[in-house]
């Protein structure tokens, strides 16, 4: 499972965001909806949302547990952008 981008980061609450993550496998891609959980311009947690029914929700909580740190830094500048938009 390779992550392809990240699109439509949006605030779904004061201090909740989702956006949509495209996943490859082999070959095909996939998407999954993200919750980030935030605090200020910092996203503290993330958690899994709807997804394709194709993804295994236990592999996208391994891929968070695995790579949540980078995907916190890879949506800081969304974070910043929705939040000032606000």
Request: hydrophobic share 35%; net charge positive; with cysteine.
């Amino acid at each position: 499972m390779e992550l392809s981008r990240i699109e439509n980061f949006r605030l779904i609450d004061f201090n909740k965001a989702a956006g949509d993550v495209y996943f490859k496998v082999g070959g095909e891609e996939f998407k999954a909806e993200f919750i980030f959980y935030l605090q200020a311009n910092k996203c503290l947690s993330i958690r899994v949302g709807r997804h394709d029914p194709s993804l295994n929700t236990r592999d996208l909580e391994e891929y968070i547990e695995k790579y949540g740190r980078g995907l916190r830094e890879i949506v800081r500048p969304e974070v910043e952008r929705v939040k000032k938009e606000r």
